[in-house]
Structure formats: structure tokens, C-alpha cells
């Protein structure tokens, strides 16, 4: 993490002494060149881990901080100190920040929480613990349920000679489609919750995607796994030694999970007329009482669980400074890009914008569906789907209503594409990350991607002419 929080002091110290005025920040007066160090971020991202792997393990938080460098600077010079400053603050006050709070709350508490007994990763075992992930990635988010199951389900499997697919399909069912029913699931759908959608609309309206989209991947992933299995025969001595009976050490961690998602709740419920200015940024009471609370109780998850159950869970802050590290440049990078989504029709990416409607005016639902989700693929989720919710009108009571199938198609979008590349949504790097960490081959940033073209790709056109069309 060193060198991102160098590189965002070093920006900051450079637009220091304009930080008081403020300025607006039109996207539309943006060239799509703004969009070039994210883009590179996202091909070091994918490339550099294939051709110069070494270097990429030692140095990636030096790159991240490059490509922010390499938009802060010549947009500070040219659009003035204040509004970089401004900007900078923002997108590390408001997003950054509460973000990595929030995923290391997440972290720390799910890695206090040990599954004593050895589960054998048999296919219809790895099946049911994805289902099981699933369900609860819409109650207690796609990022707690990730945290949560992703170890037991490596460690049942660490005597398979396969076990790549089994992380692949973890990412696509729990990581992702899996938070699709509640604004708990996934932050795109905690926005529209925020916006005035109700809570329980999208466990109304997108259950049946949901539950083809889980149960196809669920049945691809049987066969495929029933493949494996059968193809490497006997097992190997498992690594993992039996016990008389299965249990949980570090329950207490549980207790901490329900109250994190509780202080997102209150975050969202709560309004508070008390609000700080921070260099042109607004940060509510809601937001600072959640941010303490959730460093309280990652704090609280670390003096209370045993150490043995960290050292069985093998639980390193590795994965957790690898995400932060490369999010740092996301977040910073992605400011001009979301600034030119969010112009609209008279942005660079007007192209875009118009292209989901249709002739007579009218929204078209499956061009929602996959331009919001093409997007959210490859940015972060929530102010994509905020832009298409807005262009759609971002009026919620016709949303759920009139345009009901609008509003469907771009919420089942921007989560349940998140699932197309690593950086779509953030539990798939982490899952990633802490699959490396415990010797699992994961495939690269193409790799993957060829994974989700065979798999993912298929099942969205058939529920586009299903449901969206």
C-alpha cells in the first residue's frame, strides 16, 4: 500500500494551494484521451502479470501510483490545481476510502472465521457450498459471502489436482450473480435502494434471472466438475486431516458480520442535516459513524479471535494490500471516465448513451441491459448503473413501474456482468488474490476473460431474448 498512499500524497501536495476554490467538472469539454491512464492501468492489469510476472509481483503498487501520476499531473495542468485537488479529495473521501474500509471490515472478520473438520470437494459438496454462497451473498453482500466461503471451499478442495474452475465459477455465482435480490447484495442496487427504489423490488422483479442464471452456472459447473473428478481418479493423501465433527471457531466473528451490514444499513437510512466540508467534499455523520464503526469492529475481530484460528484460516493481509493497492488507481483513474458517462448524450461517450434508446423514444431494455453491463465489466458498477438509471429518467416510482422492465434489465446488468473480467466487480481480485495465496492457478486477466466469454456470455443472450427483448 506504500506506494499508492505516496503517490496520493504527492498529488495532493501538488494541488494543495488551490484547494479552496471550487470548479466544475463538465465531462463533456473531455477528450477521450483523459481515458488513457486508465486504460493503461487496466492493460498492466492484464499484461504485465503474463510478460514481465517478477517485476509485476515486486513492483505493482508502483505502477498503479505511475498511471495516477499520469492523469493527476496533466490534468492539474491544465485544468487548474483546484479542480484536480478537488477532484482527488472527492474520489479518495467519498468512494475510496469508505470502499477499502468497508472490504477490510469484510476481510478480517470472514478471516476470523475457521470451519473446523475436513470437507471432501466432491462435486455435489462444491455445488451445494456455491449455492450456499450465493444465498447469502444477497443478504450479507457479494463481498462478505466471498470473504466468508472462499477458504473452506479451497481448503475441501486442496487434494484436487483441478481446482481452478471451481474459484472461476465461485467468482461468477457467489462473488457476483449471487448479490442480485437485496440493495445488500451488491452496491449498484444499494445506490437504487438510496435512490427510492424499494428493497424488495429486485427480489420482485429479476428473481427468475437470478435463478437461471445460478442454476444454469450451477449445472455447468456440476458436469464440468463431475469431469475432473472422474478424469483425476484417486485423490491424493488429503492435506487437510480429518475430525470427528465439523464446527466453527471464531463464531463470535458472526455476531460482527450482522453488525457491519447493519451500519451499511444505517448509513443508507439514517439522515443527518450535519454535514463537514472537507476541501469541497460533503461527508455525512451517517457515513463517519459507519466508517468508525466498521474500523471498530475490524479492530475488535482482530484483538478477540485466536490466533490459531488465524494461522489455520492461513489469513495474510497480502490479497488485502494487493486490492487496495491496484483499486487506488481505479478509483482515480476512472475519474474522467465516469465525469464523461455522466455527460450524457453530449459526452465523447454521447454514442453510448443514446444507443439504449430506441426510435420513438422509448428505453430499449436489452440495449440497457448490455450496455450497462459491458460497462460495469470493465468500471465500477454503482456509478454505472447511477448513469444509466439517470438516463432512463431517475424518477424510481416510474422506474419500478412503467419502465419496471428498464430498471430490471439495467440492475441485472451491472450485477451480474461484474462477473465478465477480475476487475468488474471488487470481490472478484480479492477471491483472486487469496486463491494465489493459497497455491491455486489462477488464470490471467485474458485467461479469465475466456472463461467468461464461454460461460457467462451464452446464458446473457438467452436471458436477453427471454427476458429483456
Not at 453482500?141 to 483441478?162: E, F, V
Not at 450473480?177 to 424499494?198: C, E, I, Y
Not at 439517470?390 to 440492475?411: E, H, K, R, Y
Amino acid at each position: 500500500m506504500k506506494s499508492s498512499r505516496w503517490a496520493a500524497v504527492a498529488a495532493l501536495l501538488f494541488v494543495w494551494p488551490g484547494l479552496a476554490q471550487a470548479a466544475d467538472f463538465d465531462g463533456s469539454q473531455l477528450s477521450p484521451l483523459w481515458g488513457v491512464p486508465f486504460a493503461g492501468l487496466l492493460l498492466s492489469i492484464a499484461l504485465m502479470p503474463l510478460l514481465v510476472p517478477a517485476f509485476w509481483h515486486h513492483h505493482f503498487g508502483k505502477v498503479s501510483a505511475a498511471w495516477i501520476l499520469a492523469f493527476f499531473i496533466p490534468f492539474a495542468a491544465m485544468f487548474g490545481p483546484s479542480l484536480a485537488g478537488i477532484s482527488l479529495v472527492h474520489a479518495l473521501v467519498a468512494e475510496y476510502i469508505p470502499f477499502i474500509i468497508l472490504l477490510t471490515a469484510l476481510f478480517t472478520v470472514a478471516g476470523g472465521i475457521f470451519i473446523r473438520g475436513n470437507l471432501h470437494g466432491s462435486p455435489g459438496l462444491n455445488a451445494g457450498l456455491l449455492l450456499i454462497g450465493a444465498v447469502l451473498a444477497s443478504f450479507m453482500g457479494t463481498t462478505g459471502a466471498s470473504m466468508l466461503m472462499i477458504r473452506p471451499l479451497i481448503r475441501a478442495n486442496d487434494n484436487r489436482k483441478h481446482s481452478t474452475h471451481i474459484v472461476v465459477f465461485f467468482i461468477f455465482i457467489v462473488s457476483n450473480a449471487g448479490g442480485s435480490l437485496t440493495p445488500l447484495g451488491d452496491p449498484p442496487l444499494f445506490l437504487g435502494f438510496l435512490k427510492g427504489v424499494d428493497f424488495f423490488w429486485t427480489l420482485k422483479h429479476i428473481f427468475p434471472e437470478t435463478l437461471f442464471l445460478i442454476g444454469s452456472l450451477l449445472v455447468i459447473f456440476y458436469l464440468l466438475d463431475s469431469w475432473y473428478y472422474r478424469k483425476e481418479g484417486v485423490q491424493s493423501v488429503d492435506p487437510t486431516p480429518d475430525t470427528q465433527r465439523l464446527g466453527f471457531d471464531g463464531a463470535f466473528n458472526f455476531g460482527l458480520l450482522v453488525a457491519i451490514a447493519g451500519l451499511v444499513l444505517l448509513s443508507g437510512f439514517w439522515k443527518s442535516p450535519l454535514v463537514f466540508d472537507l476541501f469541497g467534499t460533503d461527508v455525512g455523520l451517517p457515513g463517519l459513524v459507519r466508517d468508525a464503526g466498521l474500523i471498530a469492529i475490524a479492530l475488535l475481530s482482530l484483538k478477540l479471535t485466536a490466533a490459531k484460528v488465524h494461522e489455520d484460516n492461513q489469513f495474510s493481509w497480502g490479497p488485502m494490500a494487493e486490492v487496495a493497492k491496484l483499486f487506488a488507481g481505479i478509483f482515480l483513474t476512472i475519474i474522467p471516465v465516469i465525469a464523461m458517462l455522466k455527460a450524457g448524450v453530449s459526452g465523447p461517450f454521447g454514442a453510448v448513451v443514446s444507443a439504449v434508446t430506441q426510435s420513438d423514444g422509448q428505453p430499449d431494455p436489452a440495449m440497457y441491459f448490455w450496455a450497462t453491463g459491458v460497462l460495469s465489466s470493465f468500471l465500477d458498477n454503482a456509478p454505472t448503473y447511477l448513469v444509466f438509471f439517470n438516463t432512463a429518467g431517475g424518477d424510481p416510482q416510474v422506474l419500478m413501474t412503467t419502465l419496471a422492465p428498464t430498471l430490471a434489465a439495467i440492475s441485472a446488468g451491472a450485477v451480474f456482468m461484474g462477473a465478465n473480467t477480475y476487475i468488474g466487480n471488487a470481490p472478484n481480485l480479492m477471491v483472486k488474490a487469496i486463491a494465489e495465496d493459497r497455491g491455486v492457478k489462477m488464470p490471467s486477466f485474458f485467461g479469465y476473460v475466456v472463461w467468461s466469454g464461454a460461460v457467462l456470455i451464452p446464458l446473457f443472450i438467452l436471458m436477453t431474448f427471454i427476458w429483456f427483448r
